[in-house]
């Protein structure tokens, strides 16, 4: 509808309500005559006669009292749309749409978004795998948190660095131990997720690079069951999820007696009209996941 029209539709709301020309146009603010011949031009544009002419004041025809309902509502939804679009060139956020694998999701995301306040944007989280988080944020998400490095281009917050768990039974023989090391881990009956997983990558990069190969007890493509086998005495799993059923999670030390870790970031596309509330979003991420891991090796504050 052109801006003819919705000024016309104004015009017809404000005279219908008001019940006189005179008083319609100055519920608009606008002169008598403008009026007028905006509704005489919405009249023929719609074929239709709205209002019957009766001295100095006017009363709705049969198809001005059907056509009334809609045109308020018409006028209701262009304030929504003005509403919104201040809004948004104030960079403030209704939605916030968070892309996530779903480790990321279960035991940072969801915890985290648990603690926000009634007026905070309403959160969306959507599960994909690791190397379909980029494709994801320039897709139309609003955040992507990703355990790999972000490309160049995009901006970024550095959220934590989380330890690779080796998990074990209570009875396992490990269990007493403050952490494994690598070269022991070789040789243990592992349960690994596959491949898609980062923790997964994480492991192998480690275990390259110390020269060590291993052959996996079973292959996993659900860390839930992973746990689940460990805490039946049938292996070690080795994840980066919070531990499950009463598994005792063991950090586990490279060769050069470095933890095993993945480095977790928040992204977001830059120029987005809303930056500004994604980068504070991002600091508070980074500030709660600290908070909850307490992740050593890193400063209290978010650079």
Known sequence: ????????????????????????????????????????????????????????????????????GPARLALGRVDDVATTARALAAGRLQEVRIVATGTTSDDVLAPWIATWGPDAPQPSIEETGVDELVDALRAGADLAVMP?????????????????????????PWAGRGVVDLADLSVADLLLLSRSFHARRRLDAALDAAGLAVEPHAVL????????????????????????FG??????RDVDGRPVQIRLHVAWEPGHHAEGTLARLATELAQFTRARYRVPGLPDEVP
């Open 1 to 68: 509808m052109s801006a003819v029209d919705l000024r016309g539709l104004e015009c017809f709301v404000a005279v219908a309500t008001a019940g006189t020309v005179t008083a319609g146009a100055e519920a608009l603010g606008i002169g008598q005559p403008a009026v007028t011949r905006q509704i005489q031009q919405l009249e023929r544009r719609l074929r239709l006669s709205l209002f019957h002419r009766e001295g100095g004041r006017v009363r709705l025809t049969a198809a001005g009292r059907e056509l009334l």
């Open 148 to 172: 790999t490095a972000p490309p160049a281009g995009l901006g970024v917050r550095r959220v934590a660095e989380l330890p690779v768990w080796a998990c074990v039974a209570p009875e396992h």
């Open 221 to 244: 493509n659900s860390p839930v069951v992973a746990q689940a086998l460990a805490a039946s005495g049938r292996g070690v799993c080795v994840l980066t999820d919070d531990p499950r």
């Open 247 to 252: 598994l005792v999670p063991l950090p586990i």
